[in-house]
């Protein structure tokens, strides 16, 4: 129990922390003109439900396969373990916690939800896009530094990249610029992950 609540104390911290940039901007440049929510794509995803859901799906299934493959030929074992690893069941809720919440949400939120959206309004989707997922990768790789080596990070930097693109086109290109089908799927790809580790 207090594993989960330290857990869900430090997610709303980081989510008030990867907000309140995005939060700023909103209030100078766009309060006027749409609500903060909107202004991210924490909204209803727009289009035909059965095609979002094979979007989401597939998406999910590109990303999940990558991850997998790489990550288990070129990385060690415990780079990514959380502080619940090895605790069984028991670690089942903080995972759920620190998989969709913590890392999934506030990253949504700040990569594709502000940086995604605020740089493809200047350079274009495609541009925008490019550097999104590679401050996204970058920002892995500078996290993992003393837990890698060269190899690693390639890797390290890849795989993040490829999922920041795919989630962008799900996101802005398949379901109206809502960053809710790339908060799920990034979330279940954190949760297989962290459950793997129990």
């Not at 590109?62 to 690893?85: T, V």
């Not at 989707?125 to 080596?149: C, D």
Request: with cysteine; hydrophobic share 55%.
């Amino acid at each position: 129990m207090a594993m989960t609540l330290g857990e869900l104390f430090s997610a709303v911290v980081q989510i008030i922390l990867f907000s309140l940039i995005p939060f700023i901007w909103w209030l100078v440049t766009a309060r006027k003109k749409e609500s903060f929510f909107s202004w991210i794509g924490l909204k209803k995803p727009v289009g035909n439900r059965r095609n979002i859901l094979i979007w989401i799906v597939c998406v999910f299934v590109i990303c999940e396969a990558a991850g997998f493959l790489l990550y288990n030929l070129f990385m060690k074992a415990d780079w990514n373990q959380q502080g619940y690893a090895g605790v069984g069941a028991a670690g089942i809720p903080a995972a759920i916690i620190f998989s969709y919440i913590h890392t999934a949400f506030s990253e949504e939120i700040l990569f594709r939800g502000f940086l995604q959206k605020r740089l493809q309004k200047q350079f274009g989707f495609a541009v925008g896009t490019f550097i999104q997922s590679f401050v996204f990768g970058a920002i892995h790789v500078v996290l993992n530094l003393s837990n890698i080596n060269l190899v690693q990070g390639i890797v390290l930097m890849v795989v993040p990249m490829i999922i920041a693109v795919f989630l962008a086109i799900i996101n802005e290109k398949k379901c109206g610029g809502s960053i809710i089908p790339g908060w799920l799927i990034h979330g279940t790809m954190n949760l297989i992950t962290n459950l793997s580790t129990l």
